[in-house]
């Protein structure tokens, strides 16, 4: 909710040290896990405050059977954006996979190991997408 018709309904935006790696998520609760990490609340993760590609890496749900993840995804890969496909299923979301058991650092280092951009971003994204867009 805005209160301010001009405000950025980016959560966590004015916590951010935008010198260092940003990661972008979808939930505010999936942002608390880490350090330098904001929320978007929606499936477009990219943020026009945030234009410093190599700084900021987009990390959507894992969601590949999802039809309007996946054309955010293929918009944010199309765009340049380091983005997160993931390499294997722990859960669809940062939350769901701590509350599976795993760590934060199993799943940073997956993220760090699942991040691709360009010409390797849309290669890897028409593998990972499982619905047709």
Request: hydrophobic share 40%; proline share 4%; aromatic share 8%.
């Amino acid at each position: 909710m805005k209160v301010q018709n001009d405000a950025s309904r980016v959560f966590g935006l004015d916590t951010i040290d935008a010198k260092k790696e940003v990661y972008v998520l979808e939930g505010p609760l999936d942002s608390l896990f880490f350090n330098n990490a904001i929320a978007v609340g929606s499936a477009d993760l990219v943020v026009p405050e945030l234009n410093d590609f190599s700084r900021v890496v987009l990390i959507p749900d894992n969601q590949p059977r999802n039809s309007e993840v996946c054309k955010s995804i293929k918009k944010m890969v199309d765009s340049g954006y380091p983005v997160c496909l993931w390499n294997k299923y722990l859960g669809k979301d940062i939350n769901e996979m701590i509350l599976n058991g795993h760590s934060i650092e199993e799943i940073d280092a997956l993220i760090k190991a699942s991040t691709v951009s360009g010409i390797a971003a849309k290669m890897k994204f028409s593998t990972w997408c499982k619905c047709n867009i």
